[in-house]
């Protein structure tokens, strides 16, 4: 059931105009500049392979360092942004007008002065000659126009801003004045150096974020897309709202190849909206729910959005661990997404499409279900300790052998998948829909996974680097493209076998050149972030900063938290993921750590760098710019502002937003210093903790939920997500020893423990500061061989302590110990019962509001199920 008022869908060529102008360029140049742009965007392409590959040290031919690589990859991106983003809306579109060749030229040779000038300019580090100041003048002036073309003016504007700053400190008002840069420094620290615009973000997208992205393009021209759509529909689209809840899952899985939001939302929703629309949804709640559902894959492990890899640098872990302690809210946030769309189903009674599927007892799907589910256990366990047994005996030839079983189960799939028909993309449009029968839909493109698993395995089990990882998967999705048209038309009894290799080469090809143009934005958003973190580590604004939002939130981490997301918030209205991310973190996720550390709550670096991400994907959500809104509107025909409400108010923030705060205070919820058994307890416990919260946010459960059964359900979710806040009410964790027993308290505790220890002294630029430590205990017999192993050596007189000595390089130095720090509290962990123990009160309450709706619900009870 439509709205009356809805507009009219947009046309194909409407969505794909909207998807390039925001992703890869609206610009599509007839003739030879046409050619030349495709040409140099598939060069591009070929160019992250070679320097991600092993050749180049196998040859010793084309090695590149960091800078040098860093210095091309932003080379390559300056000139596509000219070529490929018009200047205006009224510039053509079908050539490229001859200022636009100079400029692009212009800001290639800029951006590759790094590269073209190596030796030179290591040979006079930190002295820049007038050449230097004038083309880090023009590089910079280049950046920001590509910066407008391509992303629009908030981050163009945004980095500007910090240029002026920089320049400008003295005439800064009051607490935001500082020393000021001359325009030589500010040229040396942000053009010629790897602390502004050549820095770790741009480093990241040279380095892996460019072969994911390519890897998505290539699995998408594959037709990995078309059959994630239709898996999804044929396993969900005949439940109630069942179209819905395989848009959620379609995007999920599309999410895993596609670097945007914005084309997530344009690829899978002009099938799932239409759908959504015809079984009850409004206009603006499918839309809602498609954008919801896209935008959420760029949190869904293992092929994260861009923001992601940059925590690998910024935080220090690998991405293995970025990829473990995200997953769990990933997950839990996508299913109650669909738990929200089954509420909605149920509340307006929708129902599903027609299925194709012959009619099996519900029993029979779960057991077939399951039987699948360890059959594909059995199997990895076979694969992991096979390898494990392998790779002794095989020694140097392992990878050889893996390889050749890997295209032995690529062929046998193919060969399946050949006994099946095509999969066509139907018209969702269409009077009559009738949704593809399971086992068909899936045995067809079950090689499509294979990259996938290539993927994980790299990541997880051989724990290669991010890009090497990549770059095996994307050399196995490039096999994929080249021989599965052949094959699977030999295996059919085709004959035309040289024109589908050279379809195979048509698409690898595009998808080359598709991986480059999608990667025209991100390039140029690392590298204008790149000049705002250059100036927050020139200027020291970031201190100023720290300064400004410790008096605004009055010291209060929970007003910081707030104030935090807020800022995301406000700069995701203009701001890609990407760049919100850079900005946002490199300004308060420090402040965020040292507030938190005053008021005694350790918060893990990996936990506040996820709480920005979460708020920094509302980028394509928020009102009143949400470009992934509008796209769903333009699909849906609904209103762009009333789907990006949706979105982000009902579907959207109250789920996703209440993780972030979860697991700043609760850490198990990112497997921090958690067992794999704790770890399964606790996805468990978490995911039915929200769907109860998504049931007390709808005001909907099994029947229409009374003001207080909401109140109740809310403090349920509540208690099971942070079951140590009722459990701290009843029996402190910690007991206070005095200073002058901190050796003692030492010996006391068992080994791995925590002691919390409040410090007070000056920071690092004589201020005076109080602040906490974690201190874990190290091993040893007795208190003094502890405190020895930490390094540190304390002066006691009466019930006061002193730092006396810390070791330079020692447990104690890392942790912030200094000569001279006074301690004034011990607090020592005592025995207590489990928090966990809370669980058992917060399901006696939720069986008491089941029983309640369940009494409702039950006929002859005097009482509407609707009450």
Not at 669 to 687: E, H, N
Not at 837 to 858: A, D, K, T
């Amino acid at each position: 059931m439509t709205d009356e008022n809805t507009k009219p869908r947009a046309s194909e060529v409407d969505l794909e105009d909207m998807v390039a102008s925001s992703d890869s360029g609206a610009r599509k140049p007839l003739g030879a500049p046409g050619k030349l742009l495709v040409g140099i965007a598939a060069s591009w392409s070929l160019f992250q392979l070679w320097i991600a590959s092993p050749l180049p040290y196998m040859f010793r031919f084309g090695v590149f360092n960091a800078t040098e690589a860093r210095s091309i990859h932003l080379a390559f991106a300056l000139f596509l942004a000219f070529m490929a983003y018009p200047a205006l809306k009224r510039s053509p579109r079908d050539r490229i007008p001859i200022q636009d060749w100079i400029f692009a030229a212009v800001a290639a040779f800029c951006g590759a002065y790094m590269f073209l000038f190596y030796e030179q300019l290591s040979n006079r580090p930190g002295a820049p000659i007038t050449q230097d100041v004038i083309v880090g003048v023009i590089g910079l002036v280049m950046l920001l126009e590509a910066t407008r073309r391509a992303l629009g003016p908030p981050l163009m504007i945004v980095a500007s801003v910090f240029i002026l700053y920089s320049l400008f400190g003295p005439q800064m008002p009051g607490i935001l004045a500082h020393r000021g840069v001359s325009l030589n420094g500010l040229i040396n620290h942000q053009w010629l150096t790897a602390q502004g615009v050549f820095g770790i973000a741009l480093g990241v997208s040279t380095s892996f974020v460019f072969l994911f992205v390519l890897f998505g393009a290539l699995l998408d021209k594959a037709g990995a897309g078309n059959y994630f759509i239709k898996v999804a529909f044929s396993l969900l689209g005949h439940y109630k709202g069942g179209p819905a809840k395989a848009a959620v899952v379609a995007s999920g899985m599309t999410g895993l190849i596609s670097g945007s939001s914005i084309a997530n939302t344009v690829t899978t929703g002009t099938f799932t909206i239409p759908m959504m629309k015809r079984v009850g949804f409004s206009a603006e709640k499918a839309g809602a729910v498609e954008v919801s559902s896209s935008v959420n894959g760029q949190i869904m492990p293992p092929v994260m959005g861009a923001a992601a890899f940059l925590m690998v640098e910024y935080v220090g872990i690998p991405y293995v661990e970025v990829i473990k302690h995200a997953f769990l809210p990933a997950l839990i946030s996508y299913i109650a997404l669909i738990y929200i769309v089954h509420l909605e189903a149920l509340k307006a009674n929708m129902q599903g499409l027609p299925s194709s599927n012959p009619a099996r007892p519900f029993l029979n799907k779960v057991i077939g279900f399951l039987t699948g589910l360890l059959l594909l256990m059995a199997l990895s366990f076979a694969v992991y300790y096979g390898l494990g047994w392998l790779k002794p005996v095989l020694g140097d030839a392992t990878p050889w052998v893996v390889a050749v079983g890997l295209a032995v189960i690529y062929v046998a799939l193919l060969k399946v998948g050949a006994r099946y028909p095509e999969l066509e993309l139907d018209d969702p449009s269409s009077k009559v829909v009738k949704l593809p029968e399971t086992r068909p839909t899936v045995m067809v493109g079950l090689h499509y996974i294979l990259p996938v698993i290539v993927l994980v395995w790299c990541l997880m089990v051989e724990r290669l680097s991010p890009g090497l990882s990549a770059f095996w998967a994307t050399v196995f999705m490039i096999f994929i493209m080249v021989t599965q048209r052949p094959l699977i038309a030999l295996f059919r009894g085709r004959s035309k076998v040289a024109g589908d290799i050279k379809e195979g080469f048509k698409d690898l090809w595009d998808g080359l050149v598709a991986g480059a143009r999608n990667m025209i934005g991100i390039g140029i958003a690392t590298a204008a972030a790149g000049i705002i973190v250059g100036a927050v580590s020139q200027t020291g604004v970031g201190l100023v900063l720290a300064d400004v939002v410790e008096i605004l939130s009055m010291g209060n981490l929970m007003l910081i938290l707030l104030l935090t997301a807020l800022l995301s918030l406000i700069l995701g209205m203009g701001l890609p993921t990407t760049a919100n991310y850079i900005v946002v973190s490199a300004l308060m996720a420090p402040v965020i750590v040292m507030l938190g550390q005053q008021n005694g709550l350790i918060v893990p670096l990996i936990a506040v760098h996820l709480f920005v991400f979460y708020f920094g994907i509302m980028a394509d959500v928020t009102p009143p710019v949400g470009l992934a809104s509008f796209a769903a509107a333009a699909v849906s025909g609904g209103d762009p502002l009333r789907t990006g409400f949706q979105a982000f108010y009902y579907y959207y923030s109250l789920r996703t937003a209440a993780l972030p705060f979860l697991f700043i205070f609760n850490t198990d919820l990112l497997l921090i210093d958690v067992g794999w058994l704790q770890g399964i307890v606790i996805f468990i416990i978490a995911t039915i903790a929200m769907l109860i919260f998504a049931a007390g946010t709808q005001g909907y459960m099994i029947v229409r939920n009374r003001w207080y059964e909401s109140v109740l359900l809310l403090l349920v979710a509540f208690t099971l997500f942070r079951p140590g806040f009722w459990m701290d009410k009843v029996h402190d964790p910690y007991e206070a020893v005095p200073p002058s027993q901190f050796v003692q308290a030492l010996g006391d505790v068992e080994d791995g423990s925590n002691l919390r220890v409040q410090i007070a002294g000056e920071d690092a630029f004589g201020d005076p500061m109080t602040t906490y430590v974690l201190v874990p205990v190290p091993r040893g017999d007795t208190g003094e061989e502890r405190m020895e192993r930490l390094g540190m050596e304390l002066w006691v007189d009466g019930d006061q302590a002193m730092v006396d000595f810390v070791e330079f390089g020692s447990l104690a130095a890392d942790l912030g110990f200094d000569f001279d720090q006074e301690i004034l509290e011990v607090l020592a962990p005592v025995d207590r019962w489990a928090k966990e123990w809370m669980w058992i009160p917060g399901f006696l309450v939720f069986g008491l509001v089941v029983m309640l709706q369940r009494r409702r619900r039950e006929p002859g009870t005097g009482q509407a199920a609707t009450a």
